[in-house]
C-alpha cells in the first residue's frame, strides 16, 4: 500500500501519517517528489485498512501497489530515481558508460585499461577482483590487491569504480575501495548478500539471474531497498535460451518493460550478452537505441591473453570505435538542450 500525500502537504501532516503506521508495527518508507511525498507501507494490507488514513490531514488517497514489488515500482516513486557515484549521474538522458576488463589481473592492465577508455568516453571503471568462475580451476580472482589496483586507477584517472561483491564477509574490508558495487547475475537471489548491501548507501549494480523473470529480478531489487539503500541500477546481461550461437540472448525487451515498471536505471551489459566481440557493439548501439541508461562492456589491451572472458572483450580501438557510435544515437534522441525531444520510456 501507499500513501499519496497532498500537494503542498506539511512536513507535520507527513511526520502524523509516520507515526501513525509506525505505531501499529508497520514499515515505512518515504519517497519526496519535487510536488508530492509518497508514503510506502511495508505490513499487511488488512492492518492499514483498519487505519483512518484517508481522514488524515494532508492525505490525497491510499492506494494498493498490485505488483508485488512496492518500493521498486513507479507507484512508490513516479519520477526517475538518478543514482549519483561521484560526479556521474546513472539515470538521466545522457548514457553512462562502463568499461573496463573482466577481471584486474596485473597493475599495468587496469591503470592503461583505464587511462584508455576513459579518454575514450568512459564515466566508470569496471573490473573484478573476486570472479564467479564457473570453474574452479578458472583464475578466480587478484583479491584486495586487485581492489588496490582499481583504486590506484581511480586516483590516476577519477573514474569511480564499480566491482563485484560475492560474500557478506568482504563487504567491510570492499567499502573502503567501491564506488558501485556489482551483484553478479549468480547471487541475484542471495538475499542474504542483498540485505548486506541494502544496509549500506554504497550504489548496487544489480545484474539480471541467468534465469530469472524480470519480476524476480525487481524482487531482488527490492530486497535492497528495503534495507534502506535506495541507490539500485539495474543491469540486463543476457538470459539461457535454447539459442548456441551466442553465449546468452540479450533481453533488450527488458529496457522498455523495466523502465515502466520501475523507476530505477536500468543499463545493458552487452558483452555477457553476446558472448563475443563481434556482436558486443551492435547490440550495445541497440540498447541505447531502446532508451538504456548505460552500459557496461569488457575491454582488455590484449583480449586474446586475456585471463577470463577474452572472447567477449572489445580491443581499446573497438571499443573506442562503439564510444562514437553509440553517443551518435544518444545524441540523435536526446538533442542536448532540447528538452522536448528527450526520450520518454
Ligand atoms: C562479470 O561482469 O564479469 C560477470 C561475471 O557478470 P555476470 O554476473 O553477468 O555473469
Ligand atoms: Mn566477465
Redesign the pocket.
Known amino acids: 500500500m501507499i500513501v499519496v500525500m497532498k500537494e503542498g502537504a506539511s512536513r507535520e501532516q507527513v511526520d502524523n501519517v509516520v507515526q501513525l503506521l509506525k505505531n501499529k508495527g508497520l514499515g515505512v518508507h518515504l519517497s519526496q517528489g519535487e510536488e508530492k511525498t509518497i508514503v510506502g507501507i511495508i505490513g499487511p494490507k488488512e492492518r492499514v485498512r483498519e487505519l483512518p488514513m484517508e481522514a488524515m490531514p494532508g492525505v490525497e488517497k491510499v492506494v494498493a501497489v498490485s505488483n508485488p514489488f512496492k518500493l521498486a515500482s513507479r507507484a512508490f516513486h513516479p519520477q526517475d530515481t538518478l543514482v549519483q557515484v561521484g560526479d556521474q549521474i546513472i539515470g538521466g538522458a545522457d548514457p553512462v558508460i562502463i568499461a573496463g576488463p ?1 577481471s584486474v589481473e596485473s597493475r599495468e592492465q587496469i591503470l592503461e585499461t583505464a587511462e584508455r577508455v576513459k579518454a575514450a568516453g568512459a564515466t566508470l571503471l569496471r573490473g ?1 577482483a573476486f570472479k ?1 568462475r564457473s570453474s574452479p580451476y578458472s583464475f578466480q580472482g587478484l583479491g584486495e590487491k586487485g581492489l588496490q589496483y582499481l583504486a590506484e586507477a581511480r586516483e590516476k584517472t577519477g573514474l569511480p569504480i564499480v566491482t ?1 561483491i560475492m560474500e557478506i564477509e568482504a563487504l567491510d574490508m570492499m567499502l573502503q575501495y567501491v564506488d558501485v558495487f ?1 551483484i ?3 547471487n541475484m537471489q542471495n538475499y542474504p548478500l542483498l540485505k548486506a548491501v541494502g544496509r549500506t548507501q554504497t550504489p548496487v549494480l544489480l ?1 539480471r539471474g541467468l534465469s530469472a523473470t524480470m519480476e524476480e529480478w525487481l524482487m531482488a531489487a527490492e530486497y535492497i531497498l528495503a534495507e534502506g539503500n535506495p541507490n539500485v541500477i539495474l543491469c540486463e ?1 543476457g538470459i539461457r535460451t535454447f539459442e548456441t550461437y551466442t553465449r546468452n540472448t540479450l533481453d533488450l525487451n527488458a529496457v522498455p518493460v523495466v523502465q515502466y515498471l520501475s523507476h530505477l536505471p536500468v543499463i545493458v ?1 552487452p558483452s ?1 550478452g553476446v558472448g563475443h566481440w563481434r556482436y558486443v557493439t551492435p547490440m550495445a548501439r541497440a540498447a541505447i537505441a531502446a532508451g538504456a541508461n548505460g552500459l557496461i562492456v569488457e575491454v582488455h589491451p590484449n583480449p586474446k591473453e586475456a585471463l577470463s ?1 577474452g572472447e567477449q572483450s572489445l580491443t581499446l580501438e573497438n571499443f573506442e570505435q562503439m564510444v562514437r557510435e553509440v553517443k551518435l544515437i544518444s545524441q540523435a534522441l536526446n538533442p542536448v538542450g532540447d528538452p522536448l525531444y528527450a526520450a520518454k520510456p
Open positions: 573482466c573484478g564467479p563485484e556489482q553478479g547475475a549468480r545484474k546481461r551489459d555477457h572472458d
